[in-house]
């Protein structure tokens, strides 16, 4: 690849983020009673400024917090609607409360009392990982809005990996994200100490990365721990080279169940991401399903909902898809040997065999084709 296209690619990333406002928390104590409140424990590895606020730089020691987030009453689904200058409550995210763990102790006591309102057996846990070029807050909202928009009665909790925060940070965030992979097994073995029956993963973009490159570190060092903490896996838009993927999947054994990933033809992204690496595919571009052939995933193809400058985040942004979702049959093919039922992000019927297996969405009558 030359330098001129190398510099039209990295400029064009510029162009979109700059396009898009970047988001900040901003705590309104007083309107708790006005939207509905979404609670969401972190764990992070990014540092505090003088001010407080994290930021991109990198600690090794994750920290513990949780967050009260207000989804205003006007909220339309797959969107963030930031405050600005005069935050309306009825229209504007806002942090009603901020609670800062001084140890892992005082998360997991929360985390547990939490859990209590769940019946034994589904105890499940929410973990969201975010990806490539996401500030604190960005990661954090959009886990409050996707819980919100699907409905989730499970407890969410995200982990904030320090990316740079830049469309020109790549390789930045590629050394975060590896650098935090122990931060994130750190946290999985915090939730599993809370009490959570299970932990459903949920990685975005370069998040979907980290998440498997943990499960590997876990298959690694205690296999027993990881089956006994994760019961799902959820990839959207994966950026990942397809052999390292196959590579990791070899490593990790059996993966866990379900284990689906999103993929998009459209996700502009990762085909950005695809020629600068020098291969035609990322994991969350694939469509055809026999490059992931005797792996037990599903591939959800969810390209004819892709929208935006990228198409990157659809499975979060389009209202359509989230629709679609929240109407899907019930889990008995993905759950069928499980008599607990359990229920996770996607409250829908996931085909899982043991050859790769490509469900497409039609944006038309949002049924599997």
Known sequence: MTLVLRVLIFTSLSFVAACTPRGAITLFPDVAHVGQIRQVFVGTTRSVDDNGRFNNKRTENVTYHRYAISVPPQHEVGEIE???????????FLTTSI??????????????????????????????????????????????????DMNLPNPTVHYSWPSAGTPL????????????????????ISIRSAGADSVLLVGHSMGALLSVEVLRQMAISDRRLMNQTISGVILISPDIDVDLFRKQAERIGPLPQPFVVFTSSKDRALRLSARLSGKQERLGTVQNPNM???LELALLDITDFSEGPTGHFTAATSSALIKVLKRLNSVNIAFRNDP??????????????????????????????
Do not use: C
Request: proline share 6%; charged share 20%.
């Open 169 to 188: 940070g790549y390789g930045y965030d590629r050394d975060s994200m590896l650098f935090a992979r122990d931060g994130l097994e750190n946290l999985l």
């Open 340 to 369: 607990a039922g359990r229920t996770g992000l996607l409250s829908g019927t996931i085909l899982t065999v043991r050859q790769a297996t490509d469900t497409i969405l039609s944006a038309t009558t949002g049924q599997p084709l």
């Open 292 to 294: 992931l052939a005797g």
């Open 99 to 148: 609670d800062h763990y001084p140890a892992a102790p005082g998360f997991i006591a929360d985390l547990t009392k939490s859990l209590r309102n769940r019946p034994k057996g589904q105890r499940e846990v929410v973990l969201f990982v975010h990806g490539f070029n996401n500030t604190f807050a960005e990661g954090m909202y959009r886990l409050a809005q996707l819980s919100h």
């Open 82 to 92: 930031w405050p600005k200058r005069n935050p309306d409550p009825t229209k504007n």
